[in-house]
């Protein structure tokens, strides 16, 4: 099974969701030989609980997966903590959607959730739970106490932090990753259809639960792959989602 596990279904956080959109995106992610996403839109994004709504109205959910276009959605969330990481959490519909109802009042910068608050609440709701671009220099997760990075299940290869720091990014994150005792997976960290395909991971086995895909990454014995066309798809999205911010701002 090909899956990334690090995906954005709107290109701001300031618009509302759009089916059509994601739909699309959907078909350039099956274009891009993918089987499976985790969807981790931002939990301060706008109208985050429509997003499930929406999907619960246009598609059929399987195990603890939607199924769009042909491409298998695990359901998630990305969370801004206190220490400045971000930490991704994946898991069924009902749990990311508890997750997100219980970070009212945490959403804003001098509110967000202490790590291992947020870890513990991962636990209560079965998510899998994945560290982020954890050298990203807004970001900075490696910072943060390793006991507490130790109760993650993965480490983040984000696709565009390899395109802006360079593909020595991924000997930083295997060394941290070494060093915590955790495996590394990759996500495109995408909010542009461009940009599919430029990391992803290939597991063995297929996952149509939760449970399914934490032992397949606890496992470790998938591999993740960096397109040789990372730059160019990355550097391409990222035009595009300029583009569509310039022409949002201009309508306004």
Known sequence: MRIDLHTHAKWSKSIDFSYDYF???MKEAGKSQLDAIALTEHFNT???HEIYDILDQHCNYEGDHYVVEGV???PGIEVDVHEKGHILLIGTRENIAAVRSRLDGHTSEGTFIKMDKLMDMSDEHACVSIGAHPFRDLNPLYQTNPEVLKRLDAF?????DLHHYGLNMEG?????AELIGLPVVAGSDTHQPLQFGCVYNQFEQSCDTIDQLREAIRLGTHHYHISQHLHLKVGSAEVEQAQYKKSLISIQ
């Open 46 to 48: 706008r109208r985050f």
């Open 23 to 25: 739909q699309n995106m």
């Open 72 to 74: 298998k959605v695990f």
């Open 172 to 176: 930083k994150v295997t060394s941290l």
């Open 156 to 160: 983040d290869l984000n696709g565009r």
